[in-house]
């Protein structure tokens, strides 16, 4: 099993651009959640889905949206992307009747 | 809104020393869990504790909980220079719509010197 995998793992965008990073699991989760990592401030949810065909919104949605395209694959798009989504994206993962979460490898995304 | 508060926020010490990280939390919770994430690396789940349970082991790992002051131990055993992380605790936090979510600490960054 490859877990969870998620591409591009690094990615520099201008300003303006739009861009949607991938995240696949193999694990039959039915959760699945998109967080940003800043410098000093741990992980902060964007959005996650609950199951297939729901999505919710977390902590910092502005600027995000998501599709949660089927089971085993959830998408964050950025629209229009600013230099404030610099971050690095991780997705995670979680199986029902679980509380850990399993975590890709990360996205490292610069926007200038 | 963050719920953890990891303290240290970094910390060094020798190999074969014992590390003990501290995280508090704001608001009630069903369970409390630490994840390990090594350089440019994505995280890694340790240990889970409920909230009925006061102390919990795994391998070198102790974590201790106590809901009455709202805070949560892990103490790492004989550290070795490959325990070189971030550790991060994460709480359980139930949405309107029934499903679980985790809120992250910002963190303890933990240097082991060989």
């Known amino acids: 099993n490859a877990g969870v995998t998620q591409t591009p793992k690094f990615q520099v965008l201008k300003t303006g651009q739009s861009m949607t990073l991938q995240c696949a699991q193999d694990?039959?989760?039915?959760?699945m959640y998109w967080y940003r990592q800043d410098p000093g401030m741990g992980l902060r949810l964007i959005y996650y889905?609950?199951?297939?065909?729901?999505?919710d919104k977390g902590e910092v949605p502005n600027g995000y949206n998501v599709s949660r395209l089927n089971k085993r694959e959830f998408s964050l798009r950025l629209e229009s992307a600013a230099p404030s989504q610099t971050s690095v994206y991780f997705c995670?993962?979680?199986?029902?009747?679980?509380?850990?979460?399993?975590f890709g490898p990360g996205t490292r995304l610069t926007v200038t | 809104s963050q719920q953890g508060e990891e303290d240290p926020q970094a910390l060094s010490i020798q190999e074969g020393e014992n590390a003990t990280m501290n995280c508090s939390y704001k608001?009630?919770?069903?369970?409390l869990q630490w994840y390990r994430q090594n350089s440019g690396r994505g995280l890694v789940h340790l240990i889970l504790?409920?909230?009925?349970?006061r102390e919990k082991h795994s391998g070198r790992l102790r974590v201790t909980l106590d809901t009455s002051k709202k805070s949560s131990s892990l103490l790492i055993t004989a550290s070795r220079a490959a325990d070189t992380a971030s550790y991060f605790c994460?709480?359980?936090?139930?949405?309107?719509?029934?499903?679980?979510?985790?809120?992250f600490g910002k963190g303890t960054k933990l240097t082991v010197n060989p």
């Open positions: 995670a993962s979680t199986g029902t009747g679980w509380v850990e979460q399993y």
């Open positions: 694990m039959n989760h039915n959760s």
């Open positions: 889905s609950a199951s297939e065909g729901t999505t």
């Open positions: 608001t009630s919770i069903n369970n």
């Open positions: 504790i409920r909230s009925n349970e």
């Open positions: 994460a709480t359980d936090e139930i949405t309107q719509g029934g499903s679980e979510k985790l809120v």
